[in-house]
């Protein structure tokens, strides 16, 4: 896919954000690897902006190394996102604060696997990344340590991450972990849940892989 069609779905993308309340008004941030002549980087939506306000000009490109496309001010958070490119070969990274990954990113230190569609994200159970401000190094570093085996993850106090090979796959694991975290806090609600035993969720990763159409 050329430059000009990545931009195009960053902002499909984050426009979706807005127009579902998925990812309200500014929050969240969507990024996709791209290669810039001879710079390996990504694109990524920009700070500050409305998601519902987004143009295909306000998407920044920024490089592996950390460089900056001039003239462009990239999401406060694009540092997280170049930290998952260079330690994964995820092609496609989605931040979302949507309303349950919020409130279970606040209340619980993992998400067990009370169902099997937990494996969706790759593992067992879905980790919570240890809070640290927004935009640092220190968060970065507990994001991947999170994602460490997984696809996705949420982030303490904040929200949620899902990595794809593109960014519909990205995109749709983002609306799963939502769900799941929405299935989760009501079943909460009423008592601490069953979980599936590691050798069964063992078959279920095995068997997961794969399994939805192209």
Known sequence: ?????????IVKFSKLFSSTGFSPIRSGNISVRHNEKNLKGFLISPSGKRNSDLKVNDIVFVSLEGEIEKNKNPS???KFHLDIYKFTKVNAI?????????????LYKRIPPFHYMVGITGADEIKVAKYSLFG???????????????????????GQIATGENLSNAYELAEEVELLCE????????????????????????????????
């Open 1 to 9: 896919m050329n430059k000009l069609n990545k931009k195009k779905q």
């Open 76 to 78: 406060s958070e694009w």
């Open 94 to 106: 989605v931040h979302a604060h949507s309303k349950f990954s919020v409130i279970c990113s606040c």
């Open 136 to 158: 640092t190094e220190e968060l970065s570093k507990n994001i991947n340590l999170a994602l460490k085996n997984s696809l996705s993850c949420l982030i303490s106090n904040h």
């Open 183 to 214: 299935y989760y806090y009501y079943c909460k609600l009423k008592k601490n849940p069953k979980s599936i035993n590691k050798l069964e969720m063992k078959k279920v990763l095995n068997k997961i892989i794969g399994y939805k159409e192209k």
